[in-house]
């Protein structure tokens, strides 16, 4: 597929073909809704704890974006959306620290909402440093909810080069923001959001530290 820098009439088709071959491959989003609002009422109700609750919620997220790459311009190997900001919360870190076997940094809890903004900002272009020099991230099983969901569902994997271009909202993402939603509930009056790098800002899995 050839790859083009702009958002073209060719791209959007591609989007739109993806999208419709999306909608038969994925589970319907009513099946998937049903389960994330059971796991959210059950962690409510104390029949689910934070941590069963968190591990269910990227399980559903799984099945939303699992198969997506057959279609869409994400392929393994490919690492332009590790050059971004990506905001995670403090059960992800510890969760990522286990796979890693690597102590992440400890921020005292805060109520205050985390500065996406700021760390798209901070962190375009700089990369992540969970990933490989062979391209692939380092605790893929276990990777943040913010990767598992960034999909470009168009065919142009040069919509996703962060440090070439200007901002990335240009690339077409599928809208599963209701699982950030959810996440954020099961967390906010325990985690904190930090940047991955910040929680892990050298990875001795990948013996790097923060470059662009
Ligand atoms: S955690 Fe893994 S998938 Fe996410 S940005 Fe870092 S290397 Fe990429």
């Known amino acids: 597929m050839p790859d083009t820098p702009s958002y073209t009439p060719e791209v959007q088709e591609s989007i739109d073909q993806n999208l419709d071959t999306l909608q038969k491959l994925l ?10 609002n059971d796991v959210v009422m059950s962690w409510q109700e104390d029949r689910l704890t934070t941590d069963e609750a968190n591990v269910a919620v990227r399980r559903i997220a799984d099945r ?14 490919c690492s332009h959306c590790c050059y971004q900001a990506v905001a995670v919360n403090t059960w992800e870190a510890e969760r990522i620290g286990r796979f890693l076997q690597q102590e992440p940094v400890r921020f005292p809890y805060s109520p205050t ?10 962190y375009r272009g700089v990369r992540c440093t969970l990933l490989t020099d062979s391209g692939r991230c380092a605790a893929y099983e276990v990777r943040p909810l913010a990767c598992q969901t960034y999909y470009n569902v168009s065919s142009y994997s040069s919509l996703c080069r962060v ?3 200007e901002v990335n909202t240009l690339v077409p993402c599928l809208d599963v923001r209701i699982l950030d939603i959810a996440d954020v509930a099961l967390n906010m009056h ?5 940047d991955i790098r910040e929680f892990f800002p050298l990875n001795k899995v990948c ?3 923060q470059r662009s």
Do not use: F, H
């Not at 589970?27 to 994330?36: D, H, I, Q």
């Open 207 to 209: 013996n790097q530290s």
């Open 113 to 122: 909402p985390p500065d996406i903004d700021g760390m798209q900002v901070k």
């Open 190 to 194: 325990t985690s904190v959001y930090r």
């Open 64 to 77: 939303c974006t699992g198969g997506t790459s057959s279609v869409t311009a994400c392929k393994e190997g």
């Open 27 to 36: 589970p319907p989003s009513g099946v998937w809704l049903a389960e994330l």
């Open 163 to 165: 440090p070439e271009t």
